[in-house]
């Protein structure tokens, strides 16, 4: 029965987080704890194989609209890529109460950013390749080492970084997806290593994320608006950072 709610949560969090191409480490991760997994030996590890799953299952409907911009993506990507088993890594040498700190702050600052740039109209120009590149470089290291660490994809520091550069809202959504994708199956592959696994639990939660993770892919590619998406996203990280915060302080 337990595997059923779990199952559930995890099946509406795959739908929501598949539109800004996310995955849903930050709803996964506190679900898996409040249903009394270990956090670093389970919670993480199978948040950032959900993650990998979730936005890679989301490319499918954004590829087919031509919305990833993959060469402005990939130096992002492959920072990420080999950064997100750095910090997966150094998490087993951090306190749980402080990556549950540190996960709600995350949260909280990205629930913050989102909400401003609801407020703001789609960009009409993007920045240069070459800009793009560098910039993305630099944040995909960061944002790999972070996610590996916490449990994320990086995809809620990458999703208001893109946009800063001038994509619209369903281009970041794709592109970030791209990008996570790299880094939350590169940062699951550390976690792997150190021998962390759940058969049971990872074959329920990744049948719901399969679904999940494709109506909601669907849904942002055709239907939802920008700033509606961007407004309900916000809502739902600050939701998650004020349990979090209450429960670790």
């Given at each position: 029965?337990?595997?059923?709610?779990?199952?559930?949560?995890?099946?509406?969090?795959?739908?929501?987080?598949?539109?800004?191409?996310?995955?849903?480490?930050?709803?996964?991760?506190?679900?898996?704890?409040?249903?009394?997994?270990?956090?670093?030996?389970?919670a993480i590890p199978l948040g950032l194989l959900l993650n990998g799953?979730?936005?890679?299952?989301?490319?499918?409907?954004?590829?087919?609209?031509?919305?990833?911009?993959?060469?402005?993506?990939?130096?992002?990507?492959?920072?990420?890529?080999?950064?997100?088993?750095?910090?997966?890594?150094?998490?087993?040498?951090?306190?749980?109460?402080?990556?549950?700190?540190?996960?709600?702050?995350?949260?909280?600052?990205?629930?913050?950013?989102?909400?401003?740039?609801?407020?703001?109209?789609?960009?009409?120009?993007?920045?240069?390749?070459?800009?793009?590149?560098?910039?993305?470089?630099?944040?995909?290291?960061?944002?790999?080492?972070?996610?590996?660490?916490?449990?994320?994809?990086?995809?809620?520091?990458?999703?208001?970084?893109?946009?800063?550069?001038?994509y619209r809202t369903k281009q970041a959504a794709a592109t970030t997806?791209?990008?996570?994708?790299?880094?939350?199956?590169?940062?699951?592959?550390?976690?792997?290593?150190?021998?962390?696994?759940?058969?049971?639990?990872?074959?329920?939660?990744?049948?719901?994320?399969?679904?999940?993770?494709?109506?909601?892919?669907?849904?942002?590619s055709t239907r939802a608006k920008p700033k509606w998406v961007k407004?309900?996203?916000?809502?739902?990280?600050?939701?998650?950072?004020?349990?979090?915060?209450?429960?670790?302080?």
């Amino acid at each position: 029965m337990l595997y059923i709610i779990v199952a559930a949560i995890i099946f509406l969090a795959s739908f929501l987080f598949a539109m800004l191409g996310l995955g849903g480490g930050m709803v996964y991760v506190p679900v898996l704890k409040w249903a009394g997994f270990p956090v670093k030996e389970v919670a993480i590890p199978l948040g950032l194989l959900l993650n990998g799953l979730n936005t890679l299952l989301a490319l499918i409907p954004y590829a087919r609209r031509k919305l990833v911009d993959w060469k402005g993506g990939l130096a992002m990507a492959a920072a990420a890529f080999v950064f997100a088993p750095v910090g997966a890594y150094t998490a087993q040498f951090v306190p749980v109460r402080t990556l549950l700190i540190l996960f709600a702050i995350a949260v909280l600052l990205a629930a913050v950013r989102m909400t401003i740039f609801s407020r703001q109209p789609e960009p009409d120009e993007m920045m240069s390749l070459k800009k793009r590149s560098f910039i993305g470089g630099s944040v995909g290291a960061f944002a790999g080492f972070m996610g590996g660490m916490l449990g994320l994809g990086g995809g809620f520091i990458i999703a208001p970084i893109l946009m800063w550069m001038g994509y619209r809202t369903k281009q970041a959504a794709a592109t970030t997806a791209f990008v996570v994708t790299f880094s939350s199956f590169s940062g699951y592959l550390g976690h792997v290593a150190e021998g962390h696994f759940n058969w049971p639990l990872t074959i329920v939660v990744v049948m719901a994320v399969i679904l999940g993770s494709q109506l909601g892919g669907n849904f942002m590619s055709t239907r939802a608006k920008p700033k509606w998406v961007k407004q309900l996203y916000a809502l739902v990280l600050f939701a998650i950072a004020v349990k979090l915060l209450a429960g670790v302080l």
